[in-house]
């Protein structure tokens, strides 16, 4: 069965670090666009970053560049979302996705993205 599912999430305070990670089950992990995404509640899911396995390109949102890093493990099929000073407005509930097989990544439509997880929360504290 093909599923992702996400841990690492906890409290933590403003201006610390918090890593989060995602086991892949059920997929061929070398060639496959990866992405984490954020949601608060009456807020559309944002994307948050993504990375395709096979050539290690990755792309940003603009409001965690320089803080938040994404990585692979494709031995372990695992993704990671490394988070650095955090601030209150990164609170959010995050979640995995994988994206449908095309050889790349398409940006952050949510359509293009087939497997969700069920989403680990991070509350920042100030």
């Known amino acids: 069965q093909v599923r992702v599912e996400e841990s690492g999430g906890g409290s933590v305070q403003a201006g610390g670090s918090l890593r989060l990670s995602c086991a892949a089950f059920?997929?061929?992990?070398?060639?496959?666009?990866m992405a984490w995404f954020r949601q608060v509640p009456g807020k559309e899911r944002e994307g948050v970053a993504h990375?395709?396995?096979?050539?290690?390109?990755?792309t940003y949102a603009d409001s965690v560049k320089g803080r938040f890093t994404i990585s692979q493990d494709s031995a372990k099929k695992s993704l990671y979302l490394k988070m650095n000073n955090l601030k209150p407005n990164a609170t959010a509930t995050y979640y995995c996705?994988?994206?449908?097989?095309?050889?790349?990544?398409?940006?952050?439509?949510?359509?293009?993205?087939?497997?969700w997880g069920p989403g680990t929360q991070v509350p920042v504290s100030s």
């Open positions: 059920g997929y061929t992990f070398s060639r496959i666009c």
């Open positions: 996705a994988a994206h449908r097989p095309s050889g790349a990544c398409y940006g952050f439509s949510h359509p293009n993205y087939d497997h």
């Open positions: 990375i395709y396995t096979g050539s290690g390109g990755v």
